[in-house]
Structures are given as C-alpha cells and as structure tokens.
C-alpha cells in the first residue's frame, strides 16, 4: 500500500462545481502540503500544515481551502472551480527538521471544463 | 519571491555521465534537495545538500556552494530509466520548499 495516497486519482467537472481532494498517509509524519503542477511552471505551494492546528497559505491559495481532519489526513478544496484550475495536484508529507524530504502520493489529476 | 533556475532539457547518451544545473535566489536557505520525477509521476527523494561540497550516492552525486547559490546533480552511468524530469527545491525562510521547473533529461541509446 502506498504510504501517501490521493483520491481521485483522475476527475472531470465543470465550471462552477465544489471539488474536493484528499490525501492520507500512513507514515506518521506531522507535516503534510498541497502543490499543483503545471506544465512550465513546476510545483507551486498551495496550502501546508504542521500539525492538525496549524494551517498555512502557500504562494497560491486563492481559490482553494483546506481542512486537516486529524494527522493522517489533509484535505483540499476547490470551493468554485474555474478552467485555470486544471491541473496535477500532488500531496506530500515529511517529517520534522530541515533535512527532512517531502514524499509525494501519487497526484490527482484535475480537468476542468 | 524566490528564484530558481534550471535549464529546461538535455539530451545524452546511455553510459554517460551529464551534470544537471541549479541556480537560486531566496529569501533564506536552510538546505537544497534534488527530487526525480518520471513523467506523470509522484516526485522522488534523490539528494540533500545543507553544507559546501560533494555528496555522492551510488550513481548520484549532488554539489553545493552556498556563496555562489548554486548546486549540480552528477548523474554517472546513464541509464535508459534516468529520462525524467530532475527537480532543484530550496528550503527556505519559513520552513518551505521552492521548486525549479525541473530539467528533462532524455537518455538515447
């Protein structure tokens, strides 16, 4: 099983509709992110959380909320999406301390038409 | 904001060696990672890099210097499975990572 897992894994919608994606994992880790990733533009912080309490914006939030239901799970959410949200959208996880990589699920992709 | 650079695509030949470039310009620096990513991939953990100097691994090997705000990934004994994308990410300031765009690798026989 995968330590961090995504879901969906594909999904279409319109314009207009609630999205949510959601991530959980398994290694116990505190530290847990949301990116995107679009083609030229690499992986782009949306939203990150150091603990179950502690929520933070990334360099691209708008648009987008989050919610950490408990440590092994972070949730993002489209509240209206719109076209230039279509994209790769990855979680990851990692532990405490600087040295410490990020370990990434598996990505949804995201389609919005 | 935080800049990072990476050439956008090399091409070499299966049994080579290519150096991968990565320049940056943040906002704090507590440390440099390399990450592989296969084509509609998750990326992968290769490397980290927080003090000058070489770090080798196996076939990998990843350089640092802090004063020129830069670092290379030495991939030795390329292999056809290396064609990926090899992302520069900085850690910075407030405890977060900055992403280069990545650097596609193309490997040919």
């Known amino acids: 099983d995968a330590d961090v897992t995504q879901t969906p894994r594909n999904r279409i919608t319109k314009t207009g509709k609630r999205i949510m994606l959601e991530c959980s994992q398994t290694?116990?880790?505190?530290?847990m992110y949301w990116y995107r990733q679009d083609p030229g533009l690499g992986l782009r912080l949306i939203y990150y959380s150091f603990d179950v309490k502690d929520i933070n914006k990334g360099e691209i939030s708008d648009g987008y909320s989050v919610s950490r239901q408990a440590q092994a799970k972070f949730s993002l959410s489209l509240e209206s999406a719109i076209p230039n949200q279509t994209a790769l959208y990855f979680c990851?996880?990692?532990?405490?301390?600087?040295?410490?990589?990020?370990?990434f699920g598996d990505g949804t992709r995201l389609s919005i038409l | 904001g935080q800049n990072i650079d990476q050439p956008t695509e090399m091409t070499a030949t299966e049994g080579a060696i290519v150096q991968i470039n990565c320049t940056y310009q943040t906002s704090g620096f507590n440390g440099l990672f390399w990450y592989q990513q296969h084509a509609g991939e998750a990326p992968t953990f290769l490397s980290y890099?927080?003090?000058?100097g070489l770090e080798e691994k196996g076939r990998f090997s990843s350089f640092l210097s802090r004063s020129k705000g830069y670092s290379y990934l030495l991939l030795k004994e390329l292999q056809m499975k290396d064609s990926a994308s090899y992302l520069c990410?900085?850690?910075?300031?407030?405890?977060?990572?900055?992403f280069g765009k990545g650097n596609q690798v193309v490997v040919i026989p």
């Open positions: 990851a996880t990692s532990d405490r301390g600087q040295n410490q990589p990020q370990h």
């Open positions: 890099n927080v003090l000058d």
């Open positions: 290694k116990g880790h505190d530290r």
């Open positions: 990410a900085v850690y910075y300031g407030n405890n977060r990572l900055a």
